[in-house]
């Protein structure tokens, strides 16, 4: 969506690999989620970061999760040792100016591991 | 556990007819219910929203139900239109960080 570019949008690696994903907003928010959606599933929660808060990491599934934000801007969600379901689509959000929960969402990054 | 339930995986309405989708939940908690849009390779888009302390907003041909004694919400568009097919997600949300807890989605299809 206008306001957030992920990149890439699509990436296949093999199992046991890392893989990084960004999240670039092109202006700026203080709020910036990370989420999934795997395959028949809804969209599960993953990191939250609010300025200069400690983020909250209570949705990440393992320790081979992990993510930051650099200078309030860009984000990378990082995916050590990829495991066949962590195949998703990851989907990046800042909180919207249409009221307080209208999230403008990224059109994700598609992540196969194979 | 699924806090946010989305029962009907599809739904398939013809033009100008009403949709409507079902969203249930179970956490008590939640003080805040959305809607979101999806279009394939695309990220979910805001369509509607409600608080808790209202049982009904509307917005154009959106209109968003929200029963709390049956913690049960649903979305209604009329008149549907083809370009309103979509997988359509309901969110809800409590308090200050604004995390969502989504459903799983339900597929509309609006035949022309």
């Known amino acids: 969506g206008a306001g957030v570019s992920q990149s890439p949008s699509n990436k296949v690696t093999e199992k046991g690999k890392d893989v990084e994903l960004r999240c670039d907003p092109i202006s700026g928010h203080t709020a910036l989620y990370w989420y999934r959606q795997s395959l028949g599933q809804g969209l599960e929660f993953l990191i939250y970061f609010q300025g200069n808060s400690a983020p909250d990491k209570s949705g990440l599934p393992s320790d081979r999760f992990s993510a930051e934000r650099t200078g309030g801007s860009v984000s990378t969600l990082t995916i050590q040792r990829t495991q066949q379901e962590d195949s998703a689509v990851y989907l990046c959000?800042?909180?919207?100016?249409?009221?307080?929960?209208?999230?403008?969402f990224g059109s994700g990054t598609r992540l196969t591991v194979v | 556990d699924q806090q946010v339930k989305q029962n009907s995986p599809s739904l398939s309405v013809q033009e100008g007819r009403i949709s409507i989708l079902n969203c249930d939940y179970t956490?008590?908690?939640?003080?805040?219910f959305l809607w979101y849009k999806k279009y394939p390779a695309e990220g979910p888009t805001f369509l509607i929203s409600i608080s808790s302390i209202k049982d009904k907003n509307e917005d154009g041909r959106f209109t968003v139900f929200l029963n709390k004694s049956a913690k049960h919400l649903s979305l209604h568009i009329v008149p549907s239109q083809p370009g309103d097919s979509a997988v359509y997600f309901c969110?809800?949300?409590?308090?200050?960080?604004?995390?969502?807890?989504f459903g799983k989605g339900t597929l509309l299809t609006v035949n022309p």
């Open positions: 959000a800042l909180k919207g100016d249409r009221g307080a929960y209208g999230y403008t």
């Open positions: 956490n008590s908690m939640f003080d805040y």
């Open positions: 969110a809800a949300s409590w308090g200050s960080n604004y995390k969502l807890t």
